[in-house]
């Protein structure tokens, strides 16, 4: 399995970014089960898990991003994106891509894009 995130930037507070991931393997095969998320870990922070989407659709977003952020994915294109909305400083800091399969109770990570919130 293979996530490569996008999107990652500089934005002024108040802003907006869309972070996509773009997956690979088999546990995107027509049918496969898998969720996948937004995570994001802030220097000195331990990561924290941002949203997260089912292959079926379903969709959770954390509580400090609710309203602002959204989760989206595009079976298609074996795709995942993260809006943000609103952004403050405290959303600063690398976001990581990831893939869960059920089956295996495996998680995937992709490599972090960076985002850094102006004031």
């Known amino acids: 399995v293979q996530l490569q995130a996008s999107g990652g930037g500089l934005v002024q507070a108040g802003g907006s970014l869309r972070l996509s991931c773009v997956a690979s393997?088999?546990?995107?095969?027509?049918?496969?089960?898998?969720?996948m998320g937004w995570s994001r870990q802030a220097p000195g922070k331990e990561r924290e898990l941002v949203a997260s989407?089912?292959?079926?659709?379903?969709?959770d977003v954390a509580d400090s991003v609710k309203g602002r952020f959204a989760i989206t994915r595009d079976n298609a294109k074996n795709t995942v994106y993260l809006e943000m909305n609103g952004l403050k400083s405290e959303d600063a800091g690398t976001y990581y891509c990831?893939?869960?399969?059920?089956?295996?109770?495996?998680?995937?990570w992709g490599e972090g894009t960076q985002v850094t919130v102006s004031s």
């Open positions: 990831s893939a869960y399969d059920p089956a295996t109770s495996m998680m995937y």
């Open positions: 989407i089912t292959s079926g659709g379903s969709s």
């Open positions: 393997g088999s546990i995107f095969t027509v049918n496969k089960k898998n969720v």
